[in-house]
């Protein structure tokens, strides 16, 4: 993009327009918040792509923008693309929108520049605000916009984990803040949570059709479920106890992995989890540090997430399972919020930090409720067409935003990822 | 092996000894049947290995024999291996009976030749008949024979579809047998048959504690299960009807795909079922041959048995739904037993052809059932190492043999795999 | 590199160095014209690695800089390493040294930034005039300079040429610099100019030791060679001659290419030169472009050269018939400094542009002169380790810097390559 | 092929036809060594296709004889040709000839079988006798009979080594023949044989036009080429010295290797030869068996000849030099017909073993002769296409037939081969 884009409007409109549309005032806060987390970013930093499943941080900040361009202004009379070569380049993989820009080459895009980003970003808010003061958008579209800042929060936690990665392909370390906090709490004991045979209400009602509260289709509908009597861990599995399973071999110990899993560990040589430095430090967000003993244990792959469950003489817990121990529970912990971008120990009582800190592997694929009917449309390739050879990770991270989870929320990734903040709550059978 | 091994005793002495013994007499006669349907193939043909996931006929003759030797013979005081290197040769995956040859090079073994591994499977059959005749096999180790032959009767399938796969790749086309039967009945009407919402009884008690009859541990413990009200169709896809599905451009059109296997589809240039030539001929074992509109469409993968059942308006069963429906039917069906090696239409009315035919994909993971436990030691490697990245197929094939199969029986492969006879049955949700 | 490095000294004091050093002034100069180079490249830019092949801008920044405190800077009483980490992030490839960051990786350094690489670069040409001015570098490590110059100079084409490839892999095809200059004058017919069998001398004398003007070590000893008479042609072949080739179905067509060729041409889906968008339009480091048909064609890999002169009826020049035929010729042609950035026709008579322009295929594989002795220490891996699997290319290009060639110089690449600027000058057999 | 070929002529009539024409004397002498070199081997053995490089026996047997199917029979007036299919099948480059089957799927036909092949080979040559002693084949078929032969031998050799290779696959270590003669003499002492510079004839004139002898067309023509002064070992390197070289730790040592040898010996955990199965038994064509340390060592790459020769403060000769050394001496050696199957000492004095025993690795790239033309037709893809990316060996090896070879003959492969009896004679500048 040769030149600049016009002028966005002055703060003093937009702060009209948000003082009286609840909508708009989340918008701008969602938006704000990613730049926000950008900002330690430099436009070098923003370039980098460690690896086809993760993306630049400029990639980030001009996709979802694009998702709003694309979802919701295409949609209005008179709109002009910004460019559209650009809705080539920030198409992710909505087939229906039209082709997309290979994905393992997204961090070839030296141009457009992070400015050139930065002014899309504004431009396009400036724009979606222009609509909503005006009355533009009608119903449909609004709840688009509700989507886009939901989909904007799930990059918001993307943009930090594959920053993580590709930070910790640069041999000096770097970090993404230097400032993070010291070590949390002790963890506390790890105890079981009994639960009886029910049939339990599990999912959400379909968002908008039947709920106003929003919910991703892959979560709907709610509906019944017969789940027998288990027990579930009070808290996750810390660094520490992680250690001892490292210590006591199992990255040589067939026994412990499904058969996957071993294939993995073999080829990859995994000998700890990603970014596991030796036994007594790891890469964060903070550059290297210490290892807390106390904390939650991240960056798993399901299949250690697994193994580490049989090691113990457990079983991870299935979805169902874990999604009856939240109900009821606030939906409070250790968010992007609170600035400690790291797993934390709480050294609280009863079932804990099933919210924020790692998300916790279930032993369910994600698979379609009964009755599960994706959106209409091209964002009906939301979470539809990943439903299958994936697993389903529940309650958050210390990457999530705070007001974007649930206890029906279902997020998903293969079961060799570990570059999430992935870790493990145990659960097991009782009679 | 330099050596021939020692003679096989006598045929009237294992006569005797099967009169008395039903294990025997199974025994006698399962192993027969791996001979008889290896008799047509060549030494040379059952040299072939065309793809890491399949292993060369003769390589299945000796891994079964292993499978006796070592888990029954050398259990037994005197027991001298026949030839020590042969213990890694045809362990197939056992991690904890030790190392075993690389997979993909169980093509690269000329020797031990075929009439070498006949010998051993002689030999073996022959030390094993003399155990049970002179009763030194206790309980657990008949089971361990029973086993055995549960697992022998799998291979029986693969050693059929690795071949067919194997003569696939010589463009000469060869045929395993000639003369094989022309095509069958008319397809009939396809109906729905209609189910309430239910709690229902689904797996198979635990063998051998729980149950006398058996089933793989991965069928245990039956439970109970909610199950939503749902239509199932009366009889499989046909390949007619999966005809209709391909000219409609279907492998064209990326909207109708799971996301994976619309990556698949495109990397691997699918552009029909695997085994179709073209849209009127298929290479079958019987050689290349009309494709039969009426016979259930095969060779499906995962992602092409979802497709067209998104084309259809419908969607697969789960294995809970396929379960309910199967339940009281009898097994019987189109099995290898008829010798015409194919999927053929059957006219009856009612849900039919649940057995035999073809694997029917259901959107199941493969996944442990609540309070699964599996096999204690080295035979507990045998399902659960497998329960992840795999969908669960029900029913059996026309390449199954008739004993092996029951309501509760899951077999399971990774959801691209297309050469066993793996085909669909439609279902729906109802309101 | 958390602080910015000391301040280097003022330009004042470099000036009154360079005024009485020639070295001085040689290398002051050189290193200018890099960070010339580099003006236009952004620090996004300068970021971007499209192949393992090719570094990104900054890392050739860098890395020239790390020649000069390596091999220079570092021997000298009391230096301090800027950063020790660089030593491995900027060393390419001399195993002496000691280890490198893995060359695929080099676009994931984000850190040190462009600045920080443009201070470094400074700083270390401070410190180097410094020790120039104050007498600190005998004759060894004055020589060490000239070879550091040699080697700046090679990475001032690679720069242009890795970036040119890096741009092109962006769909927006953002040029390089806007303003490079209109098409040349018509290319003048091509005629074949004869040489007799003579035995000629070729190469050059060993620098330091039995000459003091420089050239490489794989360009010594001098030696006699005999060579039958030959034709070689007048001017390379142009971008419409090559047309002709393209549209005559020569990538279709087996029966014009080496086997390697053909496999790489069909694995590839090679269909035209690199950077030809289609028959009329061309990738430059000026954008697309229309082609001059008059211009010498480049971007073509050894195996495209050699299949040309086959189709041609001809064939490509050994390394010794060029050589003869670029004796007493003056290093003159289209290099960088004519600002033009493209191979251009020239009108002239005789044998013209053998230097500048494109680099010229021969048919002589790197392989070691008669006597050859690589250079001693580290810097002994410059050439010798590369002398198996790379086809020798004469003569200079469009990006090359006018004060680095000779006839005696000997460029080289495996025959796939095709990201410099590669073209064909023709030559055949006399009777 | 379903029904057998017809019954070859009596055997009677093949001797009178051999005892009036040489040509087709020699002929039946070397097709019938074809099929002895085969007679150790099984039709399960004859499979065998260990990776792409190598090819079946079987396949062997056949390709040649469609050679003379389609070079000499297919232009005889009424030929039909014995399977349409097979010319697809048994081609192996000629593209100008048709489709050929993909190379690595060689090891995928069981069909044609062995007995099949074996027919195909009787039907041809009783063919190809018919058409000699009726005289229907002109001087030019006559003469492609002849190159037939030359072609068969080559792929003599190359049966015993693709072989071998497949025989090392197998955990078993089966041999090829068990009777295999014991060690042989020592190795004497390594001197140096110096040639002064001059003026050298090498290479041999063009067979057919210019010679009635037959050479390849890659040796030709015949020509002069100014040979610098060196000295040549007066034996190969043996394996006892090569073993001080592993001992000594070279494949550990970076310093001592080309750069993509380097990058091989890492990538391939290359440690030492290929089928040294540790550092005193070696896999031979007579299974495992003691290393002979004076025997010459073989199976090693370009790379590994060429890192010896530098660790020895040596260099390879050129294959000029090698040319020049051998030109004079007899075509003496161990070849295959001694029955040895290995490299083996001779204790004689002077240059000894350039012929027999291993091919030597030479310095020089497989490039053209000056003056080099292919053949015409098809045939000339024989040799010219692979002009690239190829090492020059000279003298054959204790696989080649006798009759085969001669100073001037110009074997090649690229400089990661190992599978050949490869190894090493060293050679050095003088001053």
Redesign the interface.
Known sequence: MGTRLATPPADAREAAVCAVDPLAARHAAVRERSVELAAPV???????Q?MPDASPTKWHLAHTTWFFETFVLSQLRGHRPVDE?WQ??FNS?Y??VGPQ?ARP?R????????ADVLDYRAHVDASLHDALASGQLDDALRLRVELGLQHEQQHQELMLTDLLH??S????L?AYRDELPAHGAPAGAMRWQRFDEA?VEVGAAAWPHAAREFAFDSESPR????V?A?AIATRPVTCGEYLEFVRDGAYRN??L??????TRVQAAGWQRPLYWLDEEHAFTLGGAREIDADAPVAHLS??EA?AFARWAGA?LP?EHEWERAAQGAAVEGNFVESGRLAPTANAGDGVRQLFGDVWEWT???F??Y??YRPWDGAIGEYNG?????Q?VLRGGSCASPRGHLRASYRNFFP?HARWQFSGVRLAK?IA
Chains 1, 2, 3, 4 share one sequence.
């Open positions: 430099s436009a070098e930093d923003a370039m980098l460690s070569t080539v380049l993989y087939q229906a820009h080459m961090g070839l895009l030296s141009r457009p520049s992070l590709a930070l392909c640069n041999p000096l770097p049939i509906h019944r479920a017969l027998a288990f067939a026994a992995w499904l058969s996957d899993g071993w399901y299949y697994d079983r299935t032993s369910s694929a698979l379609p009964p009755g067409k990943f439903m299958v050879g697993q079961p059978d």
